[in-house]
T-cell receptor
Framework: QKEVEQDPGPLSVPEGAIVSLNCTYS??????FMWYRQYSRKGPELLMY????GNKEDGRFTAQVDKSSKYISLFIRDSQPSDSATYLC????????????FGQGTRLTINP | SAVISQKPSRDICQRGTSLTIQCQVD?????MFWYRQQPGQSLTLIAT?????????ESGFVIDKFPISRPNLTFSTLTVSNMSPEDSSIYLC???????????FGSGTQLSVL
């Protein structure tokens, strides 16, 4: 079993829809949770960074962590075609960026 | 955040040859890492590039196959040695800054081995 499971998709939704992206994990010691966005032929860029359980909002993006269920989510409101990308979840035991464990990534397409 | 430049952006190589990938950062950074992103797979950490000393390799990766240099705080190289088609992948340089909490990536090198 992988430490971090993420449905690779592809996921296709109409413009304006609310998108829900999810990851599950097996190691209950993970404390730091991240979401990265990766456009084609580009490196991943950090979208959200959260610590422990709870919600964090940044514009149209909300990251949610449920440590009791070992489940994290990223919600995108009012989705735009420019949101079309691969979204990677990542998590770590440590505060630093070392030893990140990544999910496989979910390929998302927003259709105009 | 730091601007990270990787060269080459892509290359097609023959089996048995070696390729060196360069990573240049526009400011001094604390830590530099090399990741591999194979098709349909998770990003996997190859090694931490240590300034002035040998790199720290993750399980499954060895120095003979992936020698790494980091002569200063802004530059690192990763060599993929004696390549086989299984080495076809995207190789990504990444760095941390400040409090080391967040990881930033270069654009990657798309390597195809024939």
């Amino acid at each position: 079993q992988k430490e971090v499971e993420q449905d690779p998709g592809p996921l296709s939704v109409p413009e304006g829809a609310i998108v829900s992206l999810n990851c599950t994990y097996s190691n209950s010691a993970f404390q730091y949770f991240m979401w990265y966005r990766q456009y084609s032929r580009k490196g991943p860029e950090l979208l959200m960074y959260t610590y422990s359980s709870g919600n964090k909002e940044d514009g149209r993006f909300t990251a949610q962590v449920d440590k009791s269920s070992k489940y994290i989510s990223l919600f995108i409101r009012d989705s735009q075609p420019s949101d079309s990308a691969t979204y990677l979840c990542a998590m770590s035991l440590y505060q630093g960026a070392q030893k990140l464990v990544f999910g496989q990534g979910t390929r998302l397409t927003i259709n105009p | 955040s730091a601007v990270i430049s990787q060269k080459p952006s892509r290359d097609i190589c023959q089996r048995g040859t070696s390729l060196t990938i360069q990573c240049q950062v526009d400011s001094q950074v604390t830590m530099m890492f090399w990741y591999r992103q194979q098709p349909g797979q998770s990003l996997t950490l190859i090694a931490t590039a240590n300034q002035g000393s040998e790199a720290t390799y993750e399980s499954g990766f060895v120095i003979d196959k992936f020698p790494i240099s980091r002569p200063n705080l802004t530059f690192s190289t990763l060599t993929v040695s004696n390549m086989s088609p299984e080495d076809s992948s995207i190789y990504l340089c990444s760095v941390t800054q400040g409090g080391n909490e967040k990881l930033f990536f270069g654009s990657g090198t798309q390597l195809s081995v024939l």
